[in-house]
Nanobody, 124 residues
Framework: QVQLVESGGGLVQAGGSLRLSCAASGRTFSSYAMGWFRQAPGKEREFVAAIMSSGSTTKYADSVKGRFTISRENAKNTVYMQMNSLKPEDTAIYYC?????????????????WGQGTQVTVSS
């Protein structure tokens, strides 16, 4: 069982930066691949980024490639997402999630554990 708590969201102007954190409970955090997803009003939840359990490999949605960076510190049971050059279309609730398959999965149904989400709002 893994419990996830996101933090770091907020209001930022276009072109600005934010760093999201996701703190996980449980001793098995280092065995899970982690992902970030987002959901804008009226839209489905979409994949943003994922990272393997070791942190060695990452995957990004095309819409954020080159602007967002996912990373993790297994010793702190935490995964991060640095978001730079933010755009108004990045506005959404951001969720972190864990999958026990250790896959860089873009399918949200493969993630068994989810946080409550953190709001990111980018003003133009």
């Amino acid at each position: 069982q893994v419990q996830l708590v996101e933090s770091g969201g907020g209001l930022v102007q276009a072109g600005g930066s934010l760093r999201l954190s996701c703190a996980a409970s449980g001793r098995t955090f280092s065995s899970y691949a982690m992902g970030w997803f987002r959901q804008a009003p009226g839209k489905e939840r979409e994949f943003v980024a994922a990272i393997m359990s070791s942190g060695s490999t990452t995957k990004y949605a095309d819409s954020v490639k080159g602007r967002f960076t996912i990373s993790r510190e297994n010793a702190k049971n935490t995964v991060y997402m640095q978001m730079n050059s933010l755009k108004p279309e990045d506005t959404a609730i951001y969720y972190c999630a864990a999958n026990s398959y250790n896959l860089l999965a873009i399918n949200r149904h493969l993630y068994a554990y989810w946080g409550q989400g953190t709001q990111v709002t980018v003003s133009s």
